[in-house]
């Protein structure tokens, strides 16, 4: 091992790094070699791409456009917005290291890192971390006054006898933690070995503790697992699992099982939030922190309340002050804009102008994730750039394609913008394994029905509506109701629309129009609301 300060800077080639070029060699070398690097031929290839043009001096030149044709072969008529190989491959060699330096990796003296909205690798030595000397979590001594949750995942335990399966208990752990890590709204810690568990978990800055264990099923592997809030001692959640699969699927079943715990444990409807959310009610959203800021967000999300809108909005807005570099604050006020100009809740300036400003620095600060870029495809929805809409919406779903926590969201966007048969599968899917999926992809699902003029599952969807206090409730179920001939209860609906939006027969086209793009359904939704009784001017 190199001795960081024997290090001779002349040997250096490229800029921002102290790391020496025989060091890297030396580093990918290690890791190239390793049964744990998990990444095929192409990864590799790019791995060695990327380090070689650094090391020369030519990172300037590592592109989208020339990883594509010089290391995957593509030719040179290459359009990365139709194509998105590279950066599919990008997110795969990340996941591919990040796992190596969690499972094999941890003494090695050099971190090599492609860093998310780049291909141009970094290079810095590791600084090994005791997760004894971790500082302990004091913000329980006051209820909840901690900046971001911190849950720490510990490898589960192995009760199968069975030795061969011991490294599905770190592996899955692992996993977990990597899938968490993704959203940037949770932070973890990851223990290697439990014979540390004697030492406290909160001593090492966790609120909460995720673990369990595996045992013999049935007819296989059974995964049990529970999740612990260390300031009350209270299993909050917990669930099982199990396979039947043989021995060289159970990484696919071990992705599967850590993809669908982490959808109900860290989405904005997840466990997580739904704890800190009510603790965080006793302050006034100009003394939140920034994570408290965002659950005033998910809450109005929720329940679509004026009272809960702006408290999110104004905490949203002292938290962009506060911490103006996270990416995640201006996407969620962005949001919070572009509803309020879509539907009209409220008396609010929030020009479309200003909530497409702030998406976009969203997504400068965090490239690579997936709530930014929803977002922003969100707003183009509005400024009717279906194209572009879908696009961004692609490369959200293709910077973790396995995801629970947005899949239903990517589906709603997907259908919104035309995408019938993406978009519908993918929100069918989100709801089949995440019981916490957002209601709001039943909208539509309601859409995607009326366009084919299937007008009873239609209806049938606008059961599933859970925001009575937003008017495209009332307006899809009188619509519905019209159409399928039940004016009397159309009617009803129809009543409950001008409660809340009393001068929709005015203003009902562009209402309409900011969400659906499409003629045939704009002019069904409209024949069913004049069948209920409300025509529109």
Known sequence: MT???????STRMFEDSDVSSSEIHEQMDRILNSTEFNATDAQRSFLQYVIGKT???????IKGYTVAT???????????????????HANKLRRALELYYLVAGQNDPIIIDIPKGTYVPAFHYQNNLDLDSVPKDESKKSGFEGAWPTILVRPFQNLTGDEQ?????????????????????????????????????????????????????ASGPKVIVRLVDLSTGLQLWGDSYTT??????????????????????????????????????????SKLKTYEAMLRYYQFNADFTA???????????????????????????????????????????????????????????????????????????FENELPAGLSETDRALALNPNSLIFLEN?????????????????IRKAMDANPYYSRVVHYSLCLDCIRQKDFQQAYNETQCFRTPSLFWDPLLKAAALGLIGKTKEGKH??????????DFAKHGRTLIKHYIKFDDIFERVLEGLERAGLSIE
């Open 307 to 381: 009272e809960t809108f702006f408290g999110a909005f104004e905490a949203l807005r002292h938290a962009s002050q506060k911490e103006p570099d996270c990416g995640l604050v201006w996407s969620m006020l962005a949001r919070l804009y572009a509803i309020n100009y879509s539907l009209e809740l409220f008396d609010l300036e929030t020009p479309l102008e200003k909530a497409a400003a702030f998406a976009e620095r969203g997504v400068q600060l965090e490239p690579a994730d997936q709530r930014t870029r929803l977002i922003v495809a969100f707003i183009h929805l």
């Open 493 to 502: 609906a129809v009543a409950a629309l001008l409660k809340l939006k009393p």
């Open 70 to 88: 010089e290391v995957f072969g593509r030719r040179e008529d290459f359009d990365q917005a139709i194509d998105p190989i590279v950066s599919i």
């Open 165 to 217: 399966l011991g490294y599905m208990c770190i592996g899955l752990a692992t996993e977990l933690s990597m899938e968490i890590t993704r959203y940037q709204e949770i932070r973890v810690l990851l223990m290697q070995h439990r014979e540390g568990e004697q030492r406290r978990a909160e001593d090492r800055g966790a609120r909460f503790v995720l673990d369990g264990s595996i045992q013999h099923g």
């Open 410 to 426: 990517i589906g709603h966007l997907f259908t919104l913008f035309g995408d019938w048969n993406r978009g519908p599968t993918l």
């Open 244 to 285: 039947d699969c043989s021995p060289s699927q159970l990484t696919a079943f071990q992705e599967e099982v850590a993809n669908t715990i982490v959808g109900k444990i860290s989405c904005e409807y997840g466990i997580i939030a739904k704890t800190l959310s009510q603790e965080s009610k006793q302050y006034p959203p």
């Open 3 to 9: 001795d960081k300060g024997s290090k001779k800077p």
């Open 55 to 61: 090391l020369t001096g030519q990172a300037h030149k």
